[in-house]
């Protein structure tokens, strides 16, 4: 998945588009994936580590239980800002399903949703754009870039069925 994020870019900025019609969706959908990660990190600290109201065992002396909710905190802004980059890469998939299989779910449609569009985009400019305008040719990227994404939806596929038996 890193690779199919990274050549996205790579195909965005070396790529030449015949239309606008297919240059501002491109970007679209590859500059989404990292709003949704801006959005995502400030959403998810305010409501899974701000918001929330842990307590201490009760046993614990008062200096103990505030030292141990201040750790506590620590390590959830730390994982909560986390999780969004993991969505970012696709290491979404190296999280424990039973834990969080929210975000898992959410990371699996996000890229399965995303490929099939670019996808789409990247044969229908692949098919349209002018070949040698400047004296060279980009198809190893265009060839690569569309490999990988077929490679992303087969592997997003045994994903989503492999979710679906670890989770139900």
């Known amino acids: 998945m890193a690779m199919s994020v990274l050549l996205d870019f790579v195909y965005f900025f070396k790529q030449s ?21 801006l959005i995502m990190i400030p959403a998810l600290i305010y409501h899974q580590v701000i918001k929330f109201k842990c307590q201490a065992p009760a046993e614990l002396n008062a200096e103990e239980q505030q030292r141990r909710l201040g750790e506590n905190r620590t390590l959830g802004f730390k994982m909560y800002t986390g999780l969004p980059f993991m969505q ?10 039973k834990n969080f299989s929210r ?3 959410t990371g699996l449609f996000v890229d399965l949703v995303g490929t099939l569009c670019l996808v789409f985009l990247q044969g229908l400019n692949n098919s349209t754009v002018v070949q040698d305008l400047a004296g060279f040719s980009n ?6 870039a569309l490999i990988t994404k077929f490679v992303l939806i087969i592997d997003i596929g045994l994903e989503c069925l492999m979710f679906g038996f670890e989770l139900y």
């Open 17 to 37: 588009f015949s239309t606008r019609a297919f240059f501002y969706p491109y970007a679209f959908i590859v500059w989404s994936r990292f709003g949704l990660l």
């Open 88 to 97: 970012f890469s696709g290491f979404h998939r190296l999280l424990a399903v």
């Open 103 to 105: 975000y898992v779910g």
């Open 139 to 144: 198809t190893k990227l265009q060839s690569l």
